[in-house]
């Protein structure tokens, strides 16, 4: 056995929570890359790159030390009518983070979680709506979504409001 060998340490193992860490890290790096949501004022915004889907970033909130947003595309969910794939996100500008607080797939994790789930259950639904984001934004980076493709969406007027409600 060669001297090196004897002398190599083994890392330790990754936790899911460290796991899990790693992903909000790079979470908030490839959003604030893509479309700096640190320096939008709240409102909606559209994505549109040839031949993709257009990509809706919403700024819910700016708050000194947060940011709110949900990530959609301009599809529906045919029952409930809510955008379906979307996904909220909360960015942590100071640590440098940014969590998927909750995602919309045609169903809410109450529902598939139950109303009490365990802490394994609910670490492991984190990394996957975690791990869901940050391969949606790796794909969304190679179709060419940035914040040169980033527009406003001029809010509609209150009368049209009411008539589309009715």
């Known amino acids: 056995m060669p001297a090196t ?4 340490r083994a890392l330790p193992p990754l936790s899911r929570f460290a796991w899990l860490m790693g ?3 790079e979470n908030f790096q490839r959003l604030s890359r893509m479309f700096q949501p640190q320096s939008l004022p709240a409102g909606a915004y559209v994505s549109s790159v040839p031949g993709g889907l257009d990509l809706l970033v919403e700024v819910l909130d700016q708050h000194p030390y947060t940011v709110e947003l949900r990530l959609s595309y301009r599809m529906r969910d045919a029952v409930t009518g809510q955008p ?3 996904a909220y996100v909360r960015l942590y500008r100071d640590a440098r983070q940014a969590e998927v607080t909750h995602c919309y797939i ?3 994790w109450q529902d598939v979680l139950g109303l009490r789930p365990s802490v394994q259950a ?3 639904h984190r990394l996957r709506m975690n791990s869901f984001l940050n391969k949606w934004l790796d794909y969304l980076d190679g179709q ?3 914040p040169h ?3 406003a969406i001029e809010p509609a007027p209150a009368d049209e409001k009411n008539v589309a409600c009715a």
């Open 122 to 124: 609910m670490l492991s």
């Open 149 to 151: 493709t980033l527009s």
């Open 84 to 86: 379906d794939p979307s």
């Open 5 to 8: 060998d004897t002398h190599r």
């Open 144 to 146: 060419g979504h940035g």
């Open 23 to 25: 992903l909000y890290g």
């Open 106 to 108: 045609g169903r809410h």
